[in-house]
């Protein structure tokens, strides 16, 4: 994230993804290096925090997990539901769900344009 994409503040918005980054030849001083290593543990140490915290919180939905796993090796979604909930969230739509989707929007652009000899589209 930090030296691909330049998601950082401290780096700036600069990306070095694609220059030759070998280990005797880096596109950025040893500075500009240890800057990115620095950042670069932060982030991973915010979120072993942030994770850490989601365990303990959510303690009670990890042993049930746990348990459950101990007797069954696999788990489905219909599983994890009965066991702690549907997910607090809303679901994104699958690839498959998306394509259907514009398949059928297709479909009915080419009926409309048959039905009236019109392109709705144009």
């Not at 990890?62 to 219909?78: F, G, I, N, P």
């Not at 009965?82 to 479909?107: C, N, T, W, Y």
């Amino acid at each position: 994230m930090v030296s691909v994409f330049g998601m950082n503040e401290k780096v700036g918005n600069v990306s070095f993804h694609g220059i030759g980054q070998d280990q005797f030849n880096k596109p950025y001083s040893d500075e500009t290096a240890k800057l990115i290593d620095d950042e670069v543990r932060k982030m991973i140490d915010k979120e072993y925090v942030r994770a850490k915290a989601l365990l303990v919180e959510r303690r009670e939905e990890l042993e049930k997990l746990a348990r459950q796993l101990l007797e069954k090796e696999v788990l489905t979604k219909s599983d994890l539901v009965k066991l702690i909930g549907p997910r607090p969230f809303a679901e994104k739509e699958s690839v498959s769900a998306q394509v259907m989707h514009q398949h059928d929007q297709h479909e009915k652009e080419v009926a409309v344009e048959e039905s009236t000899g019109e392109n709705p589209v144009a």
